[in-house]
């Protein structure tokens, strides 16, 4: 039986459980005359030993200006774990990498904001949690690692450390996610006038003339209104596949 992450295990009881995929991820930029700010993204895990204090990590992760694209809670098997880390292979430390990362449930993160990379490895405090608290202790409250992290290894989280690393981890995880960024400058403002530009000015004019009680939800309906790229339904299409659901239904 092939698991989420596209591995074979017939006899694994572990397999990876996929609990949860938020909304589909989104590379994003915000045009500022002549300068374009990419909103990187990067991976993040919360490891087997902190997997209890995810929902404090997560509003970490939102205070500091991270938006979370997508999330998955699954169990690694000990191969997807070994492929994962697959750079620290031959290493003294990599069985007892792979028995802790295995040995529960893990969650993984797609994380999204300017300099995301190193803003995350910034949060994330150094890799040994105790040197985390003891040479930062005016930082205790900011460092993740330090809040929730025990040792070097059990250490709460991980975040990508590049972003060839990054892509490949995203990969990863998320096989579906369009990693590619969208391009800065001229192609984006032509994107923006051929597609979005028009529709969003012929609505704001409409909503300054009607003034509705509720603007925002007016101005979200009139957009869909006149979307030019809504599908079209034929009428005589829709009589058709009712009168032959209703004759099949009287049958």
Known sequence: MENSLGYSHQN?????TLDDTLKSDHNSIIDFGKHGIFVERTLAIIKPDAIE??????????????TILQKRRIILSAEQCSDFYSEHYGKKFFPSLVAFMTSGPILALILARENAILSWREL????NSTQARESHPDRFRIYVRALFGTNEQKNAVHGSDSAVSAEREIRFFFPNSIVEPIPLGRPARDY??????KTLIKALTALCKEKPKDPVLWLADKLIEINPYKPKVNKMDLNLNFDESHSSSVK
């Open 12 to 16: 694994d009881k572990r397999q990876s």
């Open 53 to 66: 204090n995810a929902n404090e990590i997560e509003d970490m992760i939102l205070k500091n200006g991270f």
């Open 124 to 127: 994330i405090g150094p890799t």
């Open 192 to 197: 923006l006038e051929q597609n979005v530009n």
